[in-house]
Each structure stands twice: as structure tokens, then as C-alpha cells.
């Protein structure tokens, strides 16, 4: 596809593919967007969700995302701007690579300045940019050594089993169906 205007969308934690049966907001979104943006343009935008390394260094992460960029980039022929909407960490990621040098401090080399050059706007949405408080957390104290704080992933099991009570209830709301009823079409 020949366009100059490509969307690409940079996930958060959990991405924005599906989670269990139920779509994110991926598909929703790509087709709001194109809407809005291809009426006025004129010609066709393509919307991309990328794939990111969620639970790894910031070092890999922006690394990955360049090169799936690169690969956008290789794939839709006459993209000439980028334009990256971040969704959580994928905000970080995102605005990471608007810096005028990598995460690590060192300059970008030219390979990856041909991507960096293309990108135009950089749109985050509920970034961490100045960390989160989940750090601080018992829980994070816990996985850091979970032998010396045996006890602080206790409330978190316990909030945790209380929310997945709820599962079946709102799946249950979300099908019009009551709890603990069952319908047959036996007669």
C-alpha cells in the first residue's frame, strides 16, 4: 500500500490483541481512527498495532519497537510519517524514541535515524512517564525477594481472588443472563 501517513499503535502492558475471548481496543480503535482521519485526508491511513516487550528492559523495548517500525515501514512503501499513539508503557516507549539520544545515553545511529526521522507526532495515553506507584508497592517489595517479605503478597491474593469471584457475575451481566440461571430449549 503506498501511503505517506501511517498510525501505529504502541501497546501497553497487555497489548492490544485479545485478552481470553474478549477483543481490547485495538479493533475499535483502528476502525475509529481510519474513519476520522482518512474522511478529511482523502486517501487511506493505515492504523498498525505493534507487538512490544512488555516485561523487559526500557533498552529492549525501544530497540524492539524500532525495529518493528523498521518493518512497517518495509511492508507499507511511501510511508513518510510516522505518527506513534502509546498506550501505557507504550507511551514511554513511544516518547522515548522522540529523544534526541537512545535511552542509554549513546546517539542514534543512522539505520535507526532513517525510522526516528519519519516519526511526526508521538500521542500518549496514561503513560507512566515519571514512574508508577505499583514500584512502591508490597507486592513489588515481594517479587523482589520474596523470601525476605514472605507476607507482603497476602492482601494482593486476596484482592486478587475477590475480583476473579466477579468474572462469572459479569460475564453473566454482560450475556443478559442472572447468575446461577441456566436456560434449555427442552420440552
Not at 11 to 25: E, H, I, T, V
Not at 80 to 94: C, F, N, Y
Request: net charge positive.
Amino acid at each position: 500500500m503506498q501511503t505517506p501517513d501511517v498510525v501505529v499503535l504502541v501497546p501497553g502492558f497487555l497489548g492490544f490483541a485479545r485478552f481470553g475471548g474478549f477483543y481490547y481496543f485495538a479493533d475499535r480503535l483502528i476502525a475509529v481512527l481510519r474513519g476520522l482521519l482518512e474522511e478529511p485526508l482523502g486517501y487511506p491511513v493505515p492504523v498498525v498495532p505493534v507487538t512490544t516487550l512488555p516485561t523487559d528492559s526500557l533498552r529492549n523495548r525501544q530497540d524492539g519497537l524500532l525495529q518493528n517500525l523498521a518493518g512497517v515501514c518495509d511492508k507499507l512503501t511511501g510511508a513518510q510519517r510516522l505518527h506513534l499513539i502509546g498506550d501505557s508503557t507504550g507511551g514511554v516507549d513511544a516518547q522515548l524514541l522522540a529523544c534526541t539520544k537512545s535511552f542509554d545515553g549513546h546517539a542514534w545511529d543512522n539505520k535507526v535515524n532513517a525510522v526516528r526521522k519519519k516519526i511526526r507526532s508521538v500521542v500518549t495515553i496514561s503513560a507512566p512517564h515519571y514512574g508508577t506507584g505499583l514500584a512502591d508497592s508490597r507486592l513489588a517489595r515481594w517479587g523482589e525477594n520474596p523470601l525476605r517479605h514472605p507476607t507482603a503478597i497476602v492482601p494482593e491474593a486476596r484482592t486478587l481472588i475477590d475480583l476473579l469471584r466477579l468474572i462469572p457475575r459479569n460475564l453473566a451481566a454482560a450475556a443478559g443472563l442472572s447468575p446461577g440461571t441456566a436456560t434449555s430449549s427442552k420440552t
